[in-house]
Each structure stands twice: as structure tokens, then as C-alpha cells.
């Protein structure tokens, strides 16, 4: 007997399951059973990777957990034939050009993009690094470095021209491994990631200059181009981007002695405010190993700070957002206990769906800056 037998999933006449929207009208907890019973019967043919960001009836079933640089890590490493990516679209592009030969990666819902990594695209990126060279930047004295949080292709034009990916978890090294190779660095899409690592390394404000690729000539002048030693794309994300000093004033003023911890894809001047920064990784690491009664006001996405709320309240430590209103990332939330179902339940019938397939032409120099990134590790 199939799973889907077993869990008495509706089949439509022609004995192919049925369309997604069936599974839409379905409530959350109904799906429980159901992705439980797939898991089982895929074993391990599939390998289930969850960002924590991912909403509580999703990450429970995933396999492993973590930031963007733990998860691209297990996909270069796991023998699966399938690696179902709860997370966003990079992510699971990214898994697709580190995994092997004759693996696939599902990326659940195909809506589930990040509105940062949309904000720069490769024909912007190319008109960049071409007004960079018109303005006098020889290709030898800077190197294009890109967040995870972007397209292939644009890793791909970073690892042709000798640069790499980072994480919010590795972009100091990164750096650090750019200006052993180079004077300028061209980082991208966030410009505060960009900043704010730049900052810790004591490069001066006035050294990092912000290219506008909706401007002509990024809206900067060749003169300013020449003389900078970052040049930081002029993208966000709109999650963090949120948080504001203000807020770090009133929650200190609300709860005295909370630590303020924040992602670093938050503004410099809440960064500068908060006590530590780090990848969602690094957040939790730091909640976890805090002595009992600690508390905590977090900077980042809602579900995370949520689930470490519930998490750590049996140790007394206290866990609040940043910002009261809460920030959720909207493409993260995409991937629901239905859609999980539906792309599991086809996988046990033998069918592919939502599969991320990067271009083979993308992939050779994509994974080149991903392999850097890797070997500089988190
Ligand atoms: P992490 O790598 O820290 O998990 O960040 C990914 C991300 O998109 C944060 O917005
Ligand atoms: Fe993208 Fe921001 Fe969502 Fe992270 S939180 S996936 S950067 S939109």
C-alpha cells in the first residue's frame, strides 16, 4: 500500500494526485499526519532543510536547521537523492549548484523569493562593474563579493571575476579575504550587511559609498567611485530594515538590563546601539548559551523570536521583539504544512514538483564563489 493510500489522499480521476489548491482549503493541522506519513515512507531518499524562519508547523519536520550558511553546508554534504528546501528561493538555488550529480531540490512553493535578493539583477550588476571600469576601476584592484541572498547568476558573476559569496554568519572573512586580494570591494545586494561589516573593520563611513542601480551611473560621481574602498549596492531587506534606534531606546527604557541582539542586515545605527550581532544561527547561539534569567530583546524575524520565547521561558529567560508591531518575512511564511504536503506527497508517487534546476552555464562559476565561501567557513 502507497502513503498516500495509507493517509487517504485524494486522487483525481486520472490517478494523479491532486492540484495544490485542493491542499489550500485544507486546515494547517490536518496537513500534520499526512507530512509524517510521506517522511516515513521517503525515508531517506529525502533530506527536509528548514530556515529558521520557517513557521513552527513546518520547521518541526525538517530534518536540520539552520542559517543560510549551516543549511548550504548540509546540502554540499547529504547523500539524498531529494533535498526539499523549507526556506526561500537563493537558498534553494544555492543547494542546487553545491548538490551532486543526480540530486534534486524542491523548493516548496515557488512564490517563496526574498524581496532583497530581488533588488539586484545581473543586468544591473554587469552595467555596475561597467561604469566602475569607466570611471577608472582596473578589473585587478576590486573584487564583486554577494550575499547569499541573491540570484545564481550574480554569484556566478562574482566567482568569474574572482570573487565569492559570504553569509551573514562569514561576511568579515570575506572581506578580510577580498582585501588580502584586492583595494575595493563591490558588495552586494545589502547595503547594511555591507556597511555595518565594513564599519566593524574600521573602514571610515566615507570609504563606503552606495551605488543606485535605478540612477544613472549609480547616481555617484566617477571621482567618488575611484576613491572608495567599498562600494555597497543600494538594496535591503525590508524585515530588518524595520528596526529602528528608537526602538532600542524604548525597549532598554521598558526592561532595564535586556541585551538588545540584532541580524546584521538591520541599519548601522541600530546595530551600533545593540549589544551583539549575529546570523540567525549566531542570535540563537547567544540566547542558548546566556545564564538562566537572562533577557533578550531580538532584532529579526517574528517566528524566530516567537519560537525562542516559548524555547528558553522554562530557563526564565526573557525573549521579546525589537519592535512590538513584530516583523515577518511574507516569502518565508509562503511555505505552509500544505504546500510540504503536496510536495511530498507527489515525491512518493515519484513526481518532481517545484524542482530549482540552476543552468549549467550559471553553475560552473556560481559554485566557484560558493566553494570560497565555503573554505573561509563561518
Ligand atoms: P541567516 O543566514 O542569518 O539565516 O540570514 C538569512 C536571511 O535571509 C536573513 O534575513
Ligand atoms: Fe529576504 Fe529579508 Fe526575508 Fe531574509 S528576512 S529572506 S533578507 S526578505
Same mark, same amino acid.
Given at each position: 500500500m502507497s502513503v498516500l493510500e495509507e493517509v487517504d489522499v485524494p486522487l483525481s480521476a /486520472? +490517478? /494523479? &494526485?491532486?492540484?495544490?489548491d485542493s491542499y489550500l482549503? *485544507?486546515?494547517? #493541522?490536518?496537513m500534520d499526519e499526512r507530512i509524517a506519513a510521506a517522511r516515513r515512507a521517503l525515508g531517506k531518499t529525502t533530506i527536509l532543510l528548514g530556515h529558521h524562519y520557517q513557521r513552527d508547523e513546518v520547521i518541526r519536520f525538517a530534518d536540520f536547521t539552520g542559517d543560510s550558511y549551516k543549511l548550504s553546508k548540509a546540502a554540499a554534504e547529504t547523500d539524498a537523492n531529494y533535498i526539499l528546501f523549507c526556506g526561500v528561493h537563493f537558498m534553494a538555488e544555492s543547494a542546487d549548484i553545491l548538490a551532486h550529480e543526480g540530486q534534486q531540490v524542491i523548493l516548496?512553493? *515557488? #512564490? &517563496? +523569493?526574498?524581496s532583497m535578493a530581488d533588488m539586484a539583477e545581473i543586468g544591473q550588476v554587469e552595467e555596475c562593474w561597467e561604469t566602475l571600469l569607466d570611471a577608472g576601476v582596473s578589473e585587478s584592484e576590486i573584487l564583486p563579493l554577494t550575499y547569499m541572498n541573491s540570484a545564481a547568476a550574480i554569484k556566478a558573476f562574482c566567482g568569474e571575476r574572482g570573487g565569492l559569496v559570504c553569509t551573514s554568519s562569514n561576511a568579515r572573512k570575506a572581506f578580510e579575504w577580498a582585501f588580502a586580494r584586492a583595494k575595493k570591494i563591490l558588495f552586494l545586494p545589502d547595503q547594511h550587511l555591507g556597511r555595518n561589516t565594513g564599519h566593524a573593520m574600521g573602514?571610515?563611513? #566615507? /570609504?563606503m559609498v552606495v551605488y543606485d542601480p535605478?540612477?544613472? +551611473? +549609480?547616481?555617484?560621481?566617477p571621482e567618488r567611485l575611484r576613491a572608495a574602498k567599498v562600494v555597497l549596492w543600494k538594496g535591503h531587506c525590508s524585515v530588518h530594515q524595520r528596526f529602528l534606534p528608537e526602538h532600542v531606546d524604548k525597549v532598554r527604557a521598558k526592561y532595564p538590563g535586556i541585551q538588545v541582539i540584532v541580524h546584521p542586515e538591520c541599519r548601522l545605527e541600530v546595530c551600533e546601539k545593540a549589544d551583539a550581532m549575529g546570523s540567525t544561527e549566531g542570535l540563537i547561539r547567544i540566547v542558548r548559551e546566556a545564564p538562566q534569567g537572562s533577557s533578550f530583546a531580538i532584532g529579526t524575524e517574528i517566528h524566530l523570536v516567537n519560537r525562542l520565547a516559548k524555547e528558553f521561558a522554562p530557563q526564565g529567560k526573557k525573549i521579546v521583539t525589537l519592535d512590538d508591531t513584530g516583523c515577518l518575512c511574507t516569502t518565508m511564511y509562503r511555505i505552509s504544512p500544505q504546500h510540504l504536503a503536496w510536495a511530498l506527497e507527489n515525491l512518493v508517487e515519484g513526481r518532481v514538483v517545484n524542482r530549482i534546476q540552476v543552468r549549467d552555464d550559471v553553475k560552473y562559476w556560481a559554485r566557484a564563489a560558493l566553494d570560497r565561501m565555503l573554505e573561509i567557513r563561518a
Open positions: /486520472e +490517478g /494523479e &494526485a491532486c492540484s495544490l482549503v *485544507l486546515p494547517d #493541522n490536518s516548496p512553493d *515557488l #512564490n &517563496a +523569493g526574498c573602514i571610515p563611513l #566615507n /570609504e535605478w540612477q544613472i +551611473g +549609480g547616481g555617484i560621481t
